[in-house]
Structures are given as C-alpha cells and as structure tokens.
C-alpha cells in the first residue's frame, strides 16, 4: 500500500514538472509560427502602409504576464541552479533527478501549515520545489501568495492557479497551486521556467 502511494506521489510530482515543459514548447513552436508569418505579411506590405508603432501600453503582454510582481527565484535561499545546501537530506532519486528535505525547514508559508516541502534537483541543481498541505489550507495561501505575486491565472472552478514570470531567464519562475479534492490535498509546486524550456527543448529534440 505505501508503495504504491509512494509511487503515484512521484508520477504527480514528475507530471507537474515536466507537463509545463511541454505547454512552454507548444507557446515556442506557436510564436515562432507567428513571427514567421508576420515576417511574409510586413515584406508583402508597402511602406506607406505599415501602421506605427503600437504604444506599449496597447501592446499584447506576454504570457503568464497575470504576474505583477517579481516571482521567488528559488525558495528559502536556495536559488535556481543551486547545488543542494548543507543539511539536506535524500528523499527519493530516480534518474538524474534527486528529491531532498530540509530538516531545518520550518513547515509554514505564509500563515499555512505545510505537509512537506520537497526540493527538485536534476544534476544536482534545483529545479523545483514541491509543497503539500491539506485541503483546508488551499484559499488561504491563494490569498497569501495573491498578495505576493499579484493575480493569479485561474481556472474556471478556482481549483488551479498560476503565476509566470515572462521570459526564460535564470531566475524566472513558473508557481501553480492545485487543491485535488479526491484527496482532501493541495499541492504548491514552484518551477525554475529555465529548466522548463530546456526540458521541452529536449522533448522537441532541439
């Protein structure tokens, strides 16, 4: 029985990892489409036609742009593409990727408390940070992390919320919550948007 629990928790964590990668090379592949397409419609137009710039108030924000504030490069010190710090212990390791606590973590964000917080390595440098709490913790640190990142990206029933920070740059960061009813859970899982694109770069064979 924890077996099999054990194994469903790291085919989760895996999903949430590695899905985004796929979503951000599918939004790569459509705006490299676009752009080429622009591309043939701007020579095809006659200079005096070309409108002027748009000013940048008007113009299209970027994905994930639901983020106002700067997101978390990391968590609790350690940073995107950090090794594991001092005091970690190993929880799970499949592959390249290793699972780590943190003894020390005290387990509370903002004013929830957490299940577990657990640290997403892959050739020892963090790539992600997943954290579980029960159910009745979900709205609260919705709220809490609101108020640190600005609004969120939601979905339609307000199970599922995210922030992006725009571009893929080393400290841009990529946070979805997702209360999962079935369990009486939710699940907080903070992603380095690096790794994610050069995971679905790899994906694509690039």
Excluded: C
């Excluded at 994905?63 to 350690?78: C, M, V």
């Excluded at 199970?159 to 725009?166: E, F, L, N």
């Excluded at 009486?184 to 694509?204: D, G």
């Amino acid at each position: 029985m924890i077996e099999r629990i054990l194994g469903n928790f790291w085919v989760t964590v895996i999903a949430f990892i590695v899905g985004p990668a796929v979503l951000i090379w599918m939004q790569v592949r459509r705006r490299r489409l676009a752009e080429s397409s622009g591309k043939r419609l701007t020579t095809a137009v006659p200079a005096a036609a070309k409108p002027s710039a748009v000013p940048a108030s008007a113009a299209p924000e970027a994905d994930g742009s639901a983020a106002r504030k700067t997101l978390w490069p990391g968590f609790r010190g350690i940073r995107w593409g950090d090794p594991p710090a001092a005091g970690m212990t190993l929880l799970h390791e499949e592959g390249e990727a290793r699972f780590l606590v943190r003894p020390s973590d005290e387990l509370k964000v903002g004013h929830v408390m957490v299940s577990s917080i657990v640290y997403s390595f892959r050739i020892e440098r963090l790539e992600a940070v997943v954290i579980e709490l029960p159910a009745q913790g979900f709205e609260v640190l919705v709220r809490y992390l609101t108020s640190e990142f600005g609004t969120p990206k939601s979905a339609p029933d307000r199970t599922k919320h995210s922030w992006t920070d725009p571009g893929s740059g080393s400290e841009a960061t990529q946070v979805v919550i997702e209360k999962r009813p079935e369990t009486r859970t939710a699940r907080l899982v903070l992603s380095s948007r690096a790794a994610l694109a050069a995971r679905a770069a790899k994906a694509a064979g690039a």
